[in-house]
């Protein structure tokens, strides 16, 4: 079966200090990925190497099968990786659905066409009402985002990813700074992922994450120490010795 991601031998440096150190990894179609590892192991570098917001020095991405290492941002977008947006980057002011429709728009061959509004988009309307349906925000399509708990903004962000379609979603820390609340329904939302969506996340909340995880990679200083299923990786030694500190 053709790999959704593959990761090979990647390299990135920031000046002197080797923050990826010929990192490999491989996720099948559907697959839960968790990636752990102590403040600075180079996670969120990881991400920005996959997602195409930073190049790699050496070593290869690809996608589904296609070589994306080469391709911007953009592009990897389109060929089916998304990330849970920024909230600060989202229009505040702005309803939770016209967030979630321009999000669609990113993906969709329709063009923004601000003097037009929302009016004529009725299909883009309904699909967008679908997502937050899936994210349980119906009910708050309405409100301006500013109005929202900060679980409902995490919950939107899901959502706003989810609409593009994605083949591979990023999630980075999707629990961080939640109450226990939040992150139970997060939780639940996370495992109602469509298994046709390949997921790689990180997570430093490991209580929450390992229940999702099939798989799990543990990073240290840039390199895979050990990866595997989430039994073979919890009951390595090396991970108690660097990650659970025990
Ligand atoms: N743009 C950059 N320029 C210089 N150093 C950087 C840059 N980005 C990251 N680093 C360094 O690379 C190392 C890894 O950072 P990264 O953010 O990838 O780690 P992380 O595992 O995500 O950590 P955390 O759990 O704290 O978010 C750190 O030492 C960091 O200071």
Do not use: C
Request: hydrophobic content about 40%.
């Amino acid at each position: 079966m053709t790999a959704v991601l593959e990761v090979e031998a990647l390299t990135r440096s920031f000046g002197g200090l080797k923050v990826t150190r010929g990192v490999n990894l491989r996720l099948e179609p559907g697959e839960r990925h968790l990636i752990i590892g102590p403040n600075g192991a180079g996670k969120t570098t990881l991400f920005h190497l996959i997602a195409g917001d930073l190049r790699p020095d050496s070593g290869s991405i690809r996608l589904a099968g296609r070589d994306v290492t080469p391709s911007p941002t953009a592009a990897r977008a389109q060929q089916g990786i998304a990330r849970t947006f920024q909230i600060l980057t989202l229009f505040g002011r702005d309803t939770l659905l016209h967030n979630v429709m321009l999000a669609l728009m990113g993906k969709s061959p329709m063009r923004w066409r601000p003097w037009g509004g929302f009016g004529g988009h009725r299909p883009l309307r309904e699909r967008a009402l679908r997502q937050l349906e899936a994210v349980g925000l119906a009910d708050k399509a309405e409100l301006p985002l500013e109005q929202t708990s900060y679980g409902e903004k995490r919950r939107l962000e899901i959502a706003m990813a989810l609409a593009q379609d994605p083949l591979l979603l990023l999630l980075d820390e999707p629990f961080a700074g939640l109450s226990a609340e939040e992150r139970g329904t997060v939780h639940a939302l996370l495992g109602s992922i469509a298994r046709d969506i390949t997921v790689l996340m990180i997570e430093h909340d490991m209580d929450v994450a390992l229940a999702l995880a099939d798989r799990i990679t543990l990073l240290h200083y840039g390199e895979v120490i050990t990866a595997g299923t989430r039994q073979q990786v919890v009951d390595d030694p090396r991970t108690r010795e660097i990650y659970l500190g025990h």
